[in-house]
């Protein structure tokens, strides 16, 4: 299972990420610190890809005439630190040493609000569609590599899993087993 992408993070920065700044992020309360990667989904409109909608949406940039169910999040204001594309690609919206708007009301192993100590991982998608070969690549790279720079994130989950009956995603089509599988190999290079 070849790498395509090289990762590293460098004071907060992934580098090989394109780096697409959201203005919606805020600092992480003192002497919080990164524990939990959550994995999400989102596609804009539902269930369609590529136009580069949700990186407007996170950049607050979106035009809510285009399509209908645009108007139903307007005024939205939302971010997560990374989007892995159907490709692969991963862009960075948020530097990981933030607060990235991801999770919204959030527990996970009794702790509230998530977004003080996760790293939110979109993936481009939805509950309904399978996810593509080159985004379990990336993310277990990425994940690989937050691992490495932030020892103390061990806990991954499901947006669904801090958020339950509010949330769905990453949705039946999340292959958590190949996750892992492809995760302990990035991680015993």
Request: aromatic residues 12%; contains cysteine.
């Amino acid at each position: 299972m070849p790498q395509t992408v090289k990762f590293q993070i460098r004071d907060g920065a992934l580098s090989g990420a394109r780096q697409v700044p959201s203005p919606n992020y805020n600092p992480r309360p003192a002497q919080a610190e990164i524990q939990l990667a959550v994995v999400h989904n989102i596609s804009l409109p539902p269930s369609q890809f590529g136009g580069g909608y949700i990186e407007r949406f996170f950049q607050n940039r979106l035009d809510w005439s285009l399509h209908p169910y645009f108007q139903s999040i307007e005024g939205m204001q939302v971010s997560a630190h990374l989007l892995i594309l159907r490709s692969g690609e991963a862009l960075q919206f948020v530097n990981f040493n933030d607060r990235a708007w991801h999770a919204g009301r959030s527990s996970y192993l009794g702790l509230k609000e998530c977004n003080d100590y996760s790293v939110g991982i979109e993936l481009e998608g939805s509950d309904d569609l399978p996810f593509t070969d080159a985004q379990y690549e990336a993310l277990a790279a990425v994940t690989a590599c937050l691992q490495q720079a932030y020892p103390k994130m061990q806990h991954l989950a499901g947006h669904s899993d801090i958020a339950p009956g509010r949330k769905t995603d990453p949705g039946p089509h999340f292959d958590w087993a190949r996750f892992r599988q492809q995760l302990h190999h990035f991680k015993n290079k």
